[in-house]
């Protein structure tokens, strides 16, 4: 990483150049979990950051993304969002419900692929907060976001003004917002006096790109382990380092990261996207029965099972701290309970 480290000042002066709406509730709470440290052992210290608690709808780090996409989306005139993913996606019930908070009209085009279209969970909210809702076959990633090309296309030859899913456009831009957040956890951590050996998160797109660049712009010297919830049809660190890259130039810093910075991990994955994973379902039953806090089976228990797993094999010396960032995604559990409680 090329530049100068930064104070977490610094990093929010640097993120409130670019156009802003104030909706999540920040600074999250950074917790200690001492009940689910003391079960996996070896003395390790873990720490909770509660994306979770982000308000918005219950929560999640699309809640901060949200803050600069929809800042984009005002100051150049949208008045409608065209959106889309999965049926259950985090980030299309919190776009639908910022809409509905700002009074935008909502657009949603939700991917089948092997998800119920029952109204529950993040689907059940979308219809709540008033969003239009189409279901289609077509693959997220490339095929999707064509899909929401053309949509937006259409509205704007109807003399609309459409801000729709540009990944190059939105990607950089809602990894700001996790500058953000690495800098109330520089802030956090340091007034606990605490030195962390280790960030989990999952992300395989603008989370991972704004925790990675948070990093570097604050100097910590641990890694930060992007667990990938899904495979995409691109080299996941070379593009993360892009979008970091044009985050930081969108902020104004001079700061750059190799693709070598990147530490994203795929192996967490399986059996696949949306489907859970026995040791994510472990950890998902762990954290809940020792500190009643609630993860989902298709982003943050199979994070927090890479910690689980770093944590047992002795990676990290006793005494030192890690910390999970936990960027929400409870609503599909509701929806899915057969892929949380197996057998019941
Ligand atoms: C709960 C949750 N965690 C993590 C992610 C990954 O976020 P990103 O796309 O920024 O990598 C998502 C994405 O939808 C999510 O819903």
Redesign the pocket.
Known sequence: MSGPKLTPADVRAAADRLPRVRLAHLPTPLEELPRFAAKLGGGVRVFVKRDDCTGLVLG???ARHNEFLFGDALASGCDLFVWG?LVQ???CRTTAATCAKLGIECRLYLSKAHQKTEPQGNLLIDYLVGAHVEFTDAKIGPELNALLASKADEFRRAGRKPYFWDPPRVVPQ?AVSYTVCMAEIAEQLSALGVKPSAFYV???????AGVALGKALLGFECPARLIC?MPWPWHIPTRTAEDANAAAERMGLPHRLAVSDVDADESYIAPGYGLPSPAGQEAMHLLASTEAILT?HI??AKALAALVADVRAGKYPPGSSVVFIH???VPAIFAEPEKVLPGM
């Open positions: 999640g780090n699309k993913a996606s985090n980030n809602a999952s992300s395989a797109g603008a989370t991972g919830p989902d982003y943050t960027t929400g995604g």
